[in-house]
Every structure is written in C-alpha cells, then in structure tokens.
C-alpha cells in the first residue's frame, strides 16, 4: 500500500513547493512602488465617480447558487446513465433506478420549494 501511495505523494509534495515557490518569487520580484493612483478602481478607463462598492441583490447569488445545483444535477446523471447498462447486466438495475430516482426527487422537491417561496422570479 505504501509503495502504491508514493506517485500520489511525490505529485502532491511537488504541487506544494511549485506553489509556495511561485508565491515566494512573485513577492520577491514583484513591483512594490504603490500610489494613490494604483489604489483607486480602474473600469474600463473611466475614472469612478461614486463609491465602488456596489450592492447586489441576493437574488442573483440565489439564482447562482440554483443554476450550480442543477447542473451538478446533470454532471451525476451523466455517470450513471453510462454505468446503468452494467448495472442491468448485473441483476442490480431496481437498486440502480431507486437510487437515482431518490436522488431525483430530493432535487425536485428542492425546486419546487424554491419555485413556490419566489426564488425564481425577476421583480
């Protein structure tokens, strides 16, 4: 186990020090002379004329949070609609299709809770 463990760990320890070693020579050779002009907001090449700290509504993060929820969806149907076929072959195809139709309906009931509190419209 251990001998099948050192790939993993060498791939891990190499990823950490390339890392921490971009870190070290972006602080070292990175520019350090800092303005008032450098500080201020920069959008577009227009100069801001009020506060640059908008508010947004949480009903944009909501609809974010929504759209990866349901596309995670899809992301786990796709697998298991590959490996259905072997799961039939199997003799577990029930198992398979309860599992998944369980997961489903959590889903749905989800975006029905959702669709009933007001989450998905635009006023």
Do not use: H
């Not at 251990?2 to 990823?15: C, N, R, W």
């Not at 969806?73 to 072997?86: C, D, M, Q, S, T």
């Amino acid at each position: 186990m251990a001998e099948q463990s050192v790939p993993l760990l060498l791939v891990v320890s190499l990823a950490i020090v390339m890392a921490l070693l971009f870190l070290v020579l972006s602080y070292v050779l990175g520019p350090k002379n800092a303005s008032a002009l450098k500080s201020t907001s920069y959008e577009c090449g227009i100069p801001a004329r009020s506060s640059v700290q908008i508010r947004f509504f949480v009903r944009f993060f909501l609809v974010a949070l929504l759209f990866l929820l349901f596309d995670l969806e899809a992301v786990f149907l796709y697998p298991w609609a590959i490996l259905y076929r072997g799961f039939v072959e199997a003799g577990r195809a029930g198992f398979a299709l309860g599992e998944m139709g369980a997961f489903v309906s959590i889903l749905v009931v989800g975006f029905v809770y959702v669709w009933k509190k007001g989450g998905l419209e635009w006023q």
